[in-house]
């Protein structure tokens, strides 16, 4: 039975639609929660892959939060074994940077719904590729990071460059949040300091806006979302229930 082991930062970041996924596949996942654990040391040996999830914090925080390094050291180590690595916001930046990328503080924030354009590499990328030209997809972030040198380009949105990149066969960076569904973004929405941000970032949009475009949205997205995380988790192998697709979840179970 394969095993993932999967970085967390915050209790409202999690794996969202991707847990069904990956347990109904026949997957089990070992989770370090570095805001329960932040001294943790995890060791990769015993896992077959590695997703890193988002967060409040940032790379540069790492003098302050040292699981912040201890991170990019596993993220190394993984890209050094070849074994398949998804990176999401906060997981993406740290996997640019683990491969050498700049991250830095964006010149806008984006919060909410955006239209994401693939590139001509996107679009024929083995992973990516269900997005197609273009998709909506939810984004909540104020940082971004350059593609590392040797890696491949995905995606932008119109006000970020670098969305989404590939480095090797099975290393991926998401700045998106494919992840999402209506409750967890109404969490992040009812959270006080996601509040503060989303009013500081002056996009002259606010919750209710957001809300209204998730509705708009959301299913649409999920519908890929589903195909694309499938596409990474069969660089894992296929355990049970994968191997006969009919029997695995599908988009609808995730609404």
Not at 164 to 191: C, T, V
Request: hydrophobic residues 40%; proline residues 5%.
């Amino acid at each position: 039975m394969s095993r993932i082991l999967v970085f967390q930062h915050v209790a409202a970041e999690p794996l969202g639609t991707l847990d069904p996924l990956i347990r109904r596949r026949g997957h089990r996942v070992k989770f370090v929660n570095f805001e329960r654990q932040p001294d943790a040391r995890p060791r990769l040996d015993r896992y077959k892959g590695l997703i890193v999830l988002g967060g409040p914090m940032n790379v540069e925080d790492r003098g302050e939060r040292t699981h912040l390094q201890t991170e990019i050291d596993v993220i190394r180590q993984a890209l050094d074994e070849d074994k398949p690595v998804l990176g999401i916001c906060l997981g993406a930046q740290l996997l640019a940077h683990a491969l050498g990328g700049e991250v830095r503080r964006h010149r806008v924030s984006e919060i909410g719904w955006y239209d994401l354009a693939t590139t001509d590499a996107g679009r024929g990328d083995p992973v990516l590729a269900p997005l197609g030209d273009a998709a909506p997809v939810f984004q909540w972030h104020g940082y971004t990071f350059d593609i590392p040198a040797g890696a491949t380009h995905l995606a932008r949105t119109g006000t970020c460059e670098n969305q989404a990149f590939r480095h090797g066969s099975n290393a991926y960076g998401f700045q998106f949040h494919l992840e999402m569904d209506k409750p967890l973004i109404e969490r992040w929405l009812a959270l006080p300091d996601y509040r503060d941000e989303l009013i500081a970032a002056g996009l002259g949009r606010d919750a209710e806006s957001i809300r209204a475009d998730t509705f708009a949205h959301i299913d649409a997205m999920q519908g890929k979302a589903f195909d694309v995380f499938n596409n990474f988790l069969d660089m894992l192998g296929a355990p049970r229930k994968h191997r006969q697709r009919a029997g695995a979840v599908t988009a609808v179970d995730l609404r």
